[in-house]
């Protein structure tokens, strides 16, 4: 089903009936409103504006859409923030941020939390149970433009109570964690523990992990305020948040477990050139309509977070104004990525925004509608969408061959020592997943500590802290195919190298001993002999003892690099495309699955016996559709920037 | 004429003498003093030590030496900061700038103002009617080292007043005008407006264009402070101040308003590496030399803001100190840097400096004469010209083919908002300056606004905001090809996108409509078809439906590219140098102008009949001359980095 | 001999016995300990545990490890900074530098003062005549992390009583000496003087070198405030400092001064990678075994440093964990490093560390041991060289050919203007460097003021500031070939050009006049013609008058560029590997004394009638080794990464 992200204060109440008419002819059932719009509901304290909004509601309800509301906890007015300065958040520089653009809170202010209380239940009371509200949003884009870290004297004093409570209240049990007898850095009483920002060298890895933690709770803990409120007042709506893509500031998994259902905004050509640039890539084949994989992750990890259900609460319509170059997309991208959204599983795919607005940050981000209302590109092909899904029914649930385990813990603890100037874990991981999809396999993006049952293969890119009760059952407890790759095991949960060396408790499960590591340079490349071809080792190299596991293959310098005990595997490098696809290509046909390689740009998705293929490329390519399937979009010429999709008669 | 740049306190008034006779050997008639000097003509506050400088004007009035006076207000003492530590700014980080270098004063600071009032009504008292003192200097480079933009609680308060008067004290205005509703920015008084630094995500661009126009101003009312003294105390003497190079954070035609004409300081090395750099171009075949347009952009500017009359007030004679990398200048450069300054119609060029100085930040900057006295390489080229100008009269004014219209604000609107990496507007200006001055072409250079009558041609390379009052009707009443650049129209007094959509109010004269624009990225190279040629389209490209204009040409993919109602055209691209050159030519001969491409580097300019060749090459290169042509100086034979004039007897 | 650093307050003294005993068949005779243990031996303010230390020293006693002792003073502990937070360190950017790492102190801090020589002398009494321990080492690396310059209140009025001493309280002999006349920074009193951080355009460069003194001097005091503690309770025993590699923050020749010997922490492979990046190098044909000009100039330099003394305190012996990535060492290179140390005259190489630390910032940072106590790579190496020990007798001094001189101050001069993007005094001299031990030769680094007496012959690639008392006597004094530098000579004491013109003082021993000089941008190089054959320049090059000198060389464009009288030469441009090879190489003839190039990555070193031949690349290379010697390992066959060592019996 379709939506859009529209703002009615924007354009006064007078325009919403002609807008929601025009949305209502273009197939949209979802209407986003609400975040951002403090200043227009409580002007002055205790002032409300309640005019403007319940007009909106009024007019959805009459014309058949269905609200979700947005909370407007992202941009407290200057009036709030007049009153209460100390709820501003302090960078890691120690720079107070100002008010004048949004996220100027910080997450763990008690006086903050206390105005979202306030201002969320007014709302939550009003239009809990309107028969237009259909569900909530929470906040927006939690974290963005760098704010779930903060460094205020509030957080100081909040993480150490946080501190307190993990430690049990004894401050040798933290020295003791985080190894403090080096460099002197002991301490006598939680009060003494500062924020770790602005000292002369490094903090400790431990100091910042614990630190992410906590502002990754803050993060929770300020949603669940909202969650909690809404549900009390508004029963029978969802809850979501529009998560961002490539973001790990906080633990997405865990904050969704208080959501009914994840969300995220999809931006594919600014997240593409991101990535690539976070990768030093410095060309770009997909920049008119982003890179199909990186696109799908997000669906992937979201769909997971939210327990199989997600939205896209904003999709990318037209260019965009935020990344270091906007072009506009591909004729084709936007029809391409709506149903791309659902095949990986989407219920919604709701277009941000509705019109281009002329003024303030956002009037170079392009909308449906130009500013004159005009239909843009992007408008057209919503349009065409919303014909074509007049007669699929998608519906069936995504199953995916393969699962992979992705962990943000991990992400924190590459960040924090990283060892090297390419080693970075959403590169790691995107390596995996790239080269799954690219032999046309659903992946499903899964917790440490998920069920693995049911799943051909499971991919574990990187694991660096295994907690006994949550992941590692699960993996003795899976049969196939299981491969671990580089630095998996290799902290403790306080971040310190496990006494019985890495990969620490994995070693139950792959008994090898990794002796040292190293990161190579851009000069570095080093080679890989596996089943008789050669593969490129970059960015990190293990040194590993095989104890009694099984030496699948070796560097071309002689020590192991590729470790087997049973179903288990451990790859002691940074694996490159070319070898993963190898590798995944085998261990499937071996649990009896046969893939093939699809043409570059070309990917393939399932939904229940519904299969659709995406051709993110500008050039018309053929491919294979299984005989006897039956048709129902496109052919087995997939157009530029076009799909197909048939269901599978004979699954 | 020619000047020179002289620090008599760095010297001792007994070295004096014989540095003045010197510099009448030279040839020299104007000398600056006394900018920066204030620490040695007041060294406690209200002592003052006149003797240096009572001498030292004795001794010029003696010799016959025009004295050009600055006013020291670029480097307040010591004690006057240790008195008054708010004068310091801010910088948009929020750290106060301290003493120890220049331009350690906020420019709004109203106790700095009444310190200025005070030391430059002692000074022209004093010396106001001195016969010795010709013309007056008011403070030093405004802006330099980035500090028109000043962060400090002084410039919030004034800020908010400037606004508060734009706005006729109601808020609701601003609120609209800056579109506040957005992200809950909106504010109830004037009062509750902060500076727009510091912001979680980028601030609102009405709120830093509003902001960048009130720095501008208070560098105007800043200087305007210090012309009403002068002209009380000082009649019948100029008052002039000293500009900068691609300088644009402060409205140079509106500052120069108050003076009676403008001066700038030429440093080509420098300012070509400079310019360069921030285009991303690696190699620099004028780094010895300085690219000619570069130079002569400036000065084409500067003529204008002057209203035709300008000096170059420091002209680089030798290797300077502040550039990534200081090369000492080809044998020649400072003979044709001089005729070059005077082919587009300097009154006076007076080089920086007379003898370098040993000691402090300066001391690897050249002069005329070494430390030890010796004349430098640039001293004798200095003599050439002198004896070179004793035989020529070059007072004709200049007169110019062409207008281009450069416009302060719009420079301030693509830094706000640039929309992608590359798109810089002097460098678009660039491209259509330096594209006319290789047909040949003299060039004025204007504000939006100015009458544009007599002119074959005028070109608009961006006019992101079009007045009604000022600019839209000079380029109604105007009958030649005029030519506008892409952006142009495209925003509001206020920085919105205008209601009826770019290019806005010029839709009257251009009918067409800007549907949305891309930036391009390095990899993306569009192409152009014109006239059965193709060109290379980079950085920029809009998506425009031409309504009722004539599409004059298309990008390779279809969409119209250049349309045309009459005598206007619109580019809704990046225009490449080599189209530029195709079309200027074609215009101009389409006007009865047959120009003609001059050879790289080598350049023309006229200055009433009298003719200007330069070649800023290495090599020595042939030019036509026209038949009847009376030779002044050189031949058609241009030797490396030298000229030739001639009086063009037919025209 | 061998040494270690050990750190028994990771591990508990249960393990201590174990490990010394393990030391002890490693060969290891030395352990280094107790730096970075302050919370450990006082963890409250005047609480002391003893303990363990008591217990350690106890043990080395008995199993005849002789102990290093470092002062605990790099990490003060939490209680005293919170007691005293005003010790706190301030950064460039005025930002408080905070507790959580390391050297989060200021140096100039009187109350922190107290505080170390409370704490040493504590430790110094109990400790000083155990018969365990044999020497000291003060603090640890100081300035590292860019420490040494700090920009707090209590240096502020440190720097402003400094600068009276040294002025002898004369403001007006300051305002001479710093030109303050310029830009009107002139001072009416000491307490006038602010820190030259945070001004708006380059503080006055006479002003920093005068600060940079001043914080070398803080560093020197504080270390001097420590020794004369240690000398007074521990007679007999050695005080040394373990200084960085390529770090010229403050002057190690003066601190060790103070000393018994220097002591240096030799990591090649970072420095290596962190020296070529400094220079602009993409390619490290090294990476995995340290450039060995890059090592041997830091043995060089602390052999001149320590007056012929000198040790590696920390040997790299694995992987580390602080380069921009961390490689393994090649198989064979820790074997390499340590015997490449003793051929240039160390008494002792001590590895860092014995065993890697599974907690907190350095867990990353390899040892002889791994975590789990299993010996590593380099654990293997060690105790081949000390198997290897045990046959040769090396105790011979180091007898070099050529001095070097190295300056301090210069480093100061070039940093603060370098006046070009790649003019670095540390790029210069290891030119020199290199270029000299390609030939084979033995290399003393000495200060300036250093007898010169004996060598064959002296390089100077820089004096910027000659003073006369120091260097000029020992210059006029030396007969054999002495071959100045660029920018020799081209500062006064306090940063101004000498009234002589540059050379200043040198002009008396090199007739020539420096006019003016040029940095060159990546774009230009210039051609150097001598001895028939081309040499590109780039970088810098200089305009020279040779008043009475003799022009050697010319530029390929005319003017002279190498300058001689009698024996002394001056080059005007920054010389490039080959022509100093050339020029060395043939200059040395002249003294008598052929030498040969050395393959690329092979180098001897002498040590008496020793020679060590070392292989630093991954090929077999074959040697001439003169007849008749005494071969003592190896033989002319270097294996890769290996070394000969042989008895010179015909010298």
Redesign the interface.
Known sequence: MLGVCY?P??WGIERVEEDFGRMKELGIEYVRIGE?????IE??RGKFNWDWLDKTLELAEKMGLKIVLGT?TA?????LV?EHPEIL?VDK????????????YCFSSSVYREEVKRIVTIIAKRYGKHPAVVGWQTDNEYG????VRCYCPRCKKAFQKWLERKYEGDIEKLNKA???????????SFE?I?L????????????LLDYYRFASDQVMEFNGLQVEIIREYSPGRFITHNFMSGFTDFDHYKLSKDLDFASWDNYPLGHT?VFLKMRGE???PF?RVGHPDIISFSHDLYRGAGRGRFWVMEQQA??V?WA?????PARGAVRLWTWQAFAHGAEVVSYFRWR?????????H?GLL???S?P??GYHEVKQVFEELKNIDINEPVKSEVALVFDYETAWVFSI?P????VNYLDLVFRFYSALRGLGLNVDIVPPGSSLEGYRMVVVPSLAIVKEEEALETFKRYSGPLIFGPRSGSKTET???????PPGLLKEIIPVEV???????T??VEVLLWDGKKYPVTIWRE?VDPTIAEVVARFEDGPGAIFRKENVYYLAFWPDREFLLDLFEKLMKETGHVVRRLPEGVRIQKRGDIVFAFNFTPEEIEIEIPEGSQMILGDHKLPPYSLAIWKETGR
């Open positions: 703002y204060e924007h951002f719009a403090w200043s227009r002007p002055e407007p941009t407290p007015p200057k009036w007049d958040p520089d120690g720079r107070v941020k100002n008010f004048g653009s949004r996220r100027h963005c433009h760098d704010t985080w190894g403090t007898v080096f460099w002197s850095q002991e301490y006598r003494e500062e770790p920002n602005l000292t002369p060298a490094d903090p400790n890895p431990s100091h050139l410095t060309k770009n920049d037209g260019p104004n270091p170059y906007n072009l506009w281009q607005v002329p003024f303030a940050q956002e009037q170079m392009s130009a500013p004159d005009a843009s590109f020592q060892h090297g100037e390419g971040f310190q190298i496990p006494p019985e060396m002796k040292r590591v190293e990161s190579l340079g000069g570095n040194d």
